[in-house]
């Protein structure tokens, strides 16, 4: 029984590490600006009981309501909002790493998930990222497998329609997950029952979430599903096979690099499961071909590859076989993969204090210059809103289209953006002047505030600037 359950307290440890060597490093907060819109949205639905980025301008700004919903949750009892994120997501990665049990049918499958260095900077990022994984791997965990001991489509279902709840790629659970259901019957009446028993199960959630989102926006989707794809357009002028290579191993940083040959003979049996993941990745190598921030769009897949994995190492490797090639192989590939998770973990805590600093001094320094210089009724134009809106009672203008949908068309269009700015006549216009040089450059763009040098020492074109209006 301890066995069993062990992974969920490996996983929550191996968060609650990272959280130590945040505080080590004398540093607190969240290595992405997006977590603090969570936190702002959080914040104004706990305290106020408004759906808003801005109080009483209620948006579609959040991409992740049910995450937001639940970070709310703290703001309601008076919980610190570090402690409370880092909390909910220490529980999830130990979920996480209970599910990958389940489903790959291998323990140690579920102990390198609870230490893999992707998944536990997710889970201190404070953003929605292990909230999908576990309802993921819930809802695999739920779908026929090459020996199912249970079934609970309609679960399943409601599981997938929570994911989209957590992130707008949920959606590709669906098809897939039907495809396993429908496998694994052979009668065609029961087959039907169960699928029908999923899409009911999916409809019962997807529908409120539709309903919810053309309510704010009058769109079924969140206004962060438009703006993303159109600030990165330009990255789809890549060739179609370097964006098939960057998005593809980007998951493989790490101890999967040397899973990856069992991932192939793990797949029998899951081609569902692996099917999955390959459309997952090529959905975002054709529409949003970003890896930064250690591929944290694609980090959900990296579950069920160790999964996939880790059930092809276990049916290969033999520690103690008699052929001693085999022998030398299967102990040598055991313990690389040991050590490179854990060796990967301690660059992923190095990588999590640094990411969090760049965000402190580029974001959260800007939003309190901005809270000690100006008042609630100056107008702020912004490219990143999140630490902003957290810590400056202003009025924003979203240069990056997620609480302000009207910019969405203008992105890539400096010229059209710059006279957008001039006509909404705000006071401060905050962005980095490499991001857009056209119009940093202006005469009317008075320079206020830089943030120091962290990102790039010898280039100021990645410091945030904050530039002062002059109105004529």
Known sequence: MKR??????????????????????????????????????????????????????????????????????????????????????????GATAWLMYRVSGQWWAGALAAVEWHLVWAAASGMETILFCALAMGAWALTPGPSPKR??????????????????DGLTLLPFCAWAVWAAAADGTLRLKRLGGLAGGAAFI????????????????????FAKQAEYAILRELPLWQRVWQIFSAPLIGSLALLAPGVALGARGRWPQLAWVGAFLAAYALRLPVTYQHGRYLIPVIPMLIAIGGAGLAKWARWNVSVMWRRVVSR????????????????????????????NNEMVAVAKWIASHAGSDTLVAAHDIGALGYFADVRLMDLAGLVSPEMIPLMGDDSRLWDFIREGKPTYVITYPGWCPEFTRQPDLKPQFQTGALCDPANPNLNMTVYLLERH
């Not at 009483?56 to 402690?83: F, H, N, V």
């Not at 997807?206 to 599903?225: D, K």
């Open 4 to 93: 069993e359950w062990s992974p969920i307290a490996l996983g929550a440890l191996s968060a609650a590490g990272y959280a130590v060597a945040l505080r080590l490093a004398g540093e607190s907060g969240f290595p992405l600006d997006d977590a603090w819109i969570h936190q702002t949205y959080a914040r104004n639905l706990g305290w106020h009981g408004q759906w808003a980025f801005i109080l009483g301008q209620p948006s579609a700004g959040s991409t992740s309501p049910l995450w937001t919903a639940m970070l709310a949750i703290g703001y309601t009892l008076r919980i610190d909002y570090e402690l409370w994120a880092m909390a909910l997501n220490a529980l999830l990665l």
């Open 151 to 168: 079934r609970g489509e309609f679960l399943c279902g409601v599981l997938i329609g929570l994911a989209v709840w957590a992130r707008p």
């Open 332 to 359: 040598a590939w055991v313990m690389s993969v040991g050590a490179a998770a854990a060796a990967f973990w301690g660059l992923g805590a190095n990588a999590l204090v640094s990411d969090v600093r760049v965000i």
């Open 206 to 225: 997807l529908i409120p979430y539709f309903i919810f989102n053309v309510a704010l926006s009058g769109q079924v989707w969140p206004n962060t599903f």
